[in-house]
């Protein structure tokens, strides 16, 4: 057989779109998107303190914002915010903090102005740049653009050196290349410049461990770097984050995490994810979700409720064949999972509400909802209404989604199981 890699994910895409069924077990893996290396886990016997300008965390109030762009959004932001600055669960909201008065939405809600960054539930869509109509491989549906303007706040993709170049491939490059890494931050960096009072996150999964500094010059040449936001200390405890507020006045409205090998040392502006956020289960097959910290590894309770978290909330089936393994998005059971229901055992919002509730040893909302399919649901747009209900907002049902998108969009599922079904023909011949 010439072409495993292309004979699996056919089979995925028709099975991933199909009942389930019973899969062949076979013995060499592909590797899952969320790769484990438990030797590459940073940790820090003690803050580091930074002195640098640049990593300042406070503005001075008399800052004002100058658009980098032309912009046709004349509702100046206010350069003084009120409200006392002092941290409450996002279970809480702001209930204990004076009301706002900012006319300006932080990141689409007035009310987000003056809470700290760890302060909030953001939407994350997991594999953000994976965007290709009837593919298996595939865990969007719309691009960057159309997912920032939908709510989506943090993006999350994973990056591998193919040819020389980083690229965002899922698990290999021959399943599926969604272009360079420069390619993709130009188009954040786009965006960025047009809406000046959002505050996004950026994840970096590093598939194949390469040096940090091999990402500096995608980042300089898309633009992105003005942005980047360098913290004061490391590693950032929870209570150590800026307002919202403070990173729009200062205009570094973007923090670059990535997952292995970064060093804050020789590259200040990528920080390390898991020494400053924590992982619940990944890839994860059953419904279940349960909200346990997994990685990084023997992190305590103590050091756990000290810093961010993420809820890995994406549903996958595995696929085996002709001795091969995929992780491929459950999209059968898509709408229940990405549901706001707290009803439900695998609803979105039941996921919060079990990490929230009087039960959990968090007792707080996770940071981040890492979604597949942000746009399904029972309804479109429940993935945003749990993040809103988390921060105790009022989520406004706007016209989410895809309105704006340069991607394909959806295609009916039938069509989609017919050229998956014509392709793996096209395999088995070849």
């Given at each position: 057989?010439?072409?495993?890699?292309?004979?699996?994910?056919?089979?995925?895409?028709?099975?991933?779109?199909?009942?389930?069924?019973?899969l062949?077990?076979?013995?060499?893996?592909?590797?899952?998107?969320?790769?484990?290396?438990?030797?590459?886990?940073?940790?820090?016997?003690?803050?580091?303190?930074?002195?640098?300008?640049?990593?300042?965390?406070?503005?001075?109030?008399?800052?004002?914002?100058?658009?980098?762009?032309?912009?046709?959004?004349?509702?100046?932001?206010?350069?003084?915010?009120?409200g006392?600055?002092?941290?409450?669960?996002?279970?809480?909201?702001?209930?204990?903090?004076?009301?706002?008065?900012?006319?300006?939405?932080?990141?689409?809600?007035?009310?987000?102005?003056?809470?700290?960054?760890?302060?909030?539930?953001?939407?994350?869509?997991?594999?953000?740049?994976?965007?290709?109509?009837?593919?298996?491989?595939?865990?969007?549906?719309?691009?960057?653009?159309?997912?920032?303007?939908?709510?989506?706040?943090?993006?999350?993709?994973?990056?591998?050196?193919?040819?020389?170049?980083?690229?965002?491939?899922?698990?290999?490059?021959d399943?599926?290349?969604?272009?360079?890494?420069?390619?993709?931050?130009?188009?954040?960096?786009?965006?960025?410049?047009?809406?000046?009072?959002?505050?996004?996150?950026?994840?970096?999964?590093?598939?194949?461990?390469?040096?940090?500094?091999?990402?500096?010059?995608?980042?300089?040449?898309?633009?992105?770097?003005?942005?980047l936001?360098?913290?004061?200390?490391?590693?950032?405890?929870?209570?150590?984050?800026?307002?919202?507020?403070?990173?729009?006045?200062?205009?570094?409205?973007?923090?670059?995490?990535?997952?292995?090998m970064?060093?804050?040392?020789?590259?200040?502006?990528?920080?390390?994810?898991?020494?400053?956020?924590?992982?619940?289960?990944?890839?994860?097959?059953?419904?279940?979700?349960?909200?346990?910290?997994?990685?990084?590894?023997d992190?305590?309770?103590k050091?756990?409720?000290?810093?961010m978290?993420?809820?890995?909330?994406?549903?996958?089936?595995?696929?085996?064949?002709?001795?091969?393994?995929?992780?491929?998005?459950?999209?059968?059971?898509?709408?229940?999972?990405?549901?706001?229901?707290?009803?439900?055992a695998?609803?979105?919002?039941?996921?919060?509400?079990?990490?929230?509730g009087?039960?959990?040893?968090?007792?707080?909302?996770?940071?981040?909802?890492?979604?597949?399919?942000?746009?399904?649901?029972?309804?479109?747009?429940?993935?945003?209404?749990?993040?809103?209900?988390?921060?105790?907002?009022?989520?406004?049902?706007?016209?989410?989604?895809?309105?704006?998108?340069?991607?394909?969009?959806?295609?009916?599922?039938?069509?989609?199981?017919?050229?998956?079904?014509?392709?793996?023909?096209?395999?088995?011949?070849?």
């Amino acid at each position: 057989m010439r072409y495993p890699s292309l004979l699996l994910l056919c089979a995925a895409s028709v099975l991933a779109q199909s009942e389930p069924t019973t899969l062949l077990q076979g013995s060499r893996t592909i590797t899952s998107d969320r790769i484990t290396a438990s030797e590459s886990y940073q940790s820090y016997a003690s803050t580091q303190t930074i002195s640098s300008s640049a990593s300042s965390s406070s503005v001075n109030s008399s800052m004002s914002i100058i658009p980098a762009v032309n912009t046709t959004d004349t509702d100046p932001f206010p350069t003084r915010l009120t409200g006392t600055n002092v941290r409450n669960d996002t279970a809480t909201g702001t209930a204990t903090s004076a009301a706002p008065t900012n006319i300006r939405p932080c990141n689409g809600y007035v009310e987000y102005c003056d809470r700290s960054y760890s302060n909030i539930t953001y939407v994350a869509a997991h594999n953000s740049p994976f965007v290709q109509v009837n593919s298996a491989a595939a865990n969007q549906d719309f691009d960057i653009f159309s997912q920032l303007n939908d709510g989506i706040r943090m993006l999350q993709g994973q990056t591998h050196m193919y040819n020389g170049e980083l690229r965002y491939c899922h698990t290999s490059c021959d399943l599926l290349n969604a272009g360079t890494v420069e390619e993709y931050l130009t188009n954040a960096t786009k965006w960025l410049d047009k809406n000046l009072y959002d505050v996004i996150t950026i994840l970096i999964g590093n598939s194949d461990f390469v040096n940090v500094t091999d990402y500096v010059q995608p980042i300089i040449n898309s633009g992105i770097e003005k942005y980047l936001y360098e913290p004061p200390k490391i590693p950032m405890g929870l209570d150590d984050w800026p307002t919202i507020g403070n990173l729009i006045l200062s205009q570094k409205r973007v923090i670059l995490f990535m997952d292995y090998m970064a060093n804050q040392t020789q590259v200040p502006y990528m920080l390390d994810e898991f020494s400053q956020l924590w992982e619940t289960p990944f890839s994860p097959t059953s419904p279940e979700f349960p909200c346990t910290q997994q990685r990084p590894p023997d992190l305590s309770d103590k050091d756990a409720k000290g810093r961010m978290y993420m809820a890995n909330h994406n549903l996958n089936v595995n696929v085996s064949l002709a001795g091969l393994s995929l992780l491929v998005p459950n999209t059968i059971e898509i709408d229940a999972t990405n549901s706001n229901d707290t009803n439900s055992a695998q609803a979105l919002g039941t996921n919060v509400d079990n990490c929230t509730g009087e039960y959990s040893k968090w007792n707080r909302p996770p940071n981040f909802l890492l979604v597949d399919y942000y746009n399904r649901g029972t309804l479109n747009g429940t993935v945003f209404a749990a993040a809103a209900e988390a921060n105790n907002v009022t989520y406004r049902n706007q016209s989410c989604c895809g309105q704006n998108t340069n991607a394909a969009g959806k295609v009916a599922p039938g069509a989609g199981l017919a050229l998956a079904t014509v392709l793996c023909a096209a395999a088995l011949i070849i």
